[in-house]
């Protein structure tokens, strides 16, 4: 499993090289750390959609105890 150079080097362009031939190069253990900041920030986001998602099926049970919703 790998990633493109070329797609990483857009977002990331410092841990890209490129060799005399025109080969580009990924220096993966650098890439570690943004990968941890974006899993934390993707996981507060999923947490508050969660919320987000309890609340409103809370507020559609309330309207209509009898939604498909609230039968599990």
Do not use: H, W
Request: with cysteine; glycine share 2%.
């Amino acid at each position: 499993m790998g990633l493109k150079a070329q797609e990483i080097e857009t977002a990331f362009p410092e841990i890209v090289s490129t060799d005399q031939r025109g080969y580009k190069a990924v220096d993966y253990e650098k890439l570690i750390a943004p990968i941890i900041e974006a899993i934390k920030t993707l996981s507060a986001q999923n947490a508050a959609l969660a919320a987000q998602n309890a609340a409103l099926k809370s507020a559609i049970c309330n309207m209509d105890p009898k939604a498909a919703v609230c039968q599990n």
